[in-house]
């Protein structure tokens, strides 16, 4: 038969096991003179002493291991809450077009509520995930780009270029779409004409390298950084540590970033 300690006597049992290894040590301290010559004597203290490091050594490696598992909850926990911060101000913005848009042209209005509702499914519970696959990642971005085609009424000169082959690499989900976002904030929004976005993405050799440019008004001072861009950096500081770089550069009215992963 198997006896379980309940999880209230725990506690209890480690309190009467520590007193209890005390309480045997402070014997053989006493007795030792005593007993010192006993060959059976000095076994058992050396057994005791062996078995007290052994317990001491168990403890401390369970305080490691338990830091660990905080420092990882932690992590976690921080992961999750920046994966939840992604795109809401999209979607609200994307919400009042449709609102407007659904008595002018209901036609129109019902594929951008298709493709909207694609991407709150894949925010909400692919977001959540640890790893999708890349190629899942770029029919997300591109979603997000035919809405914003879409929702526009001036020309805009928009290209997505990507070759992953047969990389189909697994990757943190929601990792580029805060770089494209950006370059439609900062760029398109503002620019009445001639506006663009170029994008490439390439795989290969167990690295993802991403790369967004696009062009913005030099009269407009509106730096392209913010919450979503720190927040991509942490992201990436806790998932790719040492894996990644991420580099932007600004010439005339060209804006450009890249995001390398590596080791994937």
Known sequence: MIFKIS????????????????????LIVIFN????????????GLLYFLFLFVSIAYWIFKQI??????????????????????NPHFFFNMLNNLYGLVDK?????????????????????DGQKE??????????????IELHKMRYHKT???????????????????LFIIL????????????????YVYITMTAKNNQVHFEVKNNFDNAIDN??????????KRRLELVYPKQHHLSFSKENDVFEAQLTISKL
């Open 7 to 26: 999880e209230h006597r725990k506690p209890l049992v480690k309190r009467l096991y520590r007193v209890t290894l005390i309480i045997i040590g402070l």
């Open 180 to 195: 494209v976002e950006n370059a439609f904030k900062h760029g398109v929004e503002n620019l009445r004409e001639n506006a």
């Open 131 to 144: 790893t999708v696959l890349l190629s899942e990642e770029i029919t997300y971005l591109k979603n997000y």
């Open 105 to 125: 042209d209901s036609k129109k209005a019902q594929e951008l509520i298709l493709k909207l509702s694609d991407m709150m499914r894949y925010s909400i519970y």
């Open 33 to 44: 003179d005593a007993f010192g010559d006993n060959e059976a004597f000095g076994i058992f």
């Open 223 to 232: 730096e392209q950084g913010g919450i979503g861009l720190d927040n991509l």
């Open 65 to 86: 291991r338990s830091i660990i598992r905080l420092k990882h909850e932690k992590a976690k926990t921080e992961l999750m809450h920046l994966k939840s911060q992604v």
């Open 156 to 174: 805009i000169d928009i290209q997505f270029n990507d070759d992953i082959k047969d990389n189909d690499y697994q990757i943190m989900p929601l």
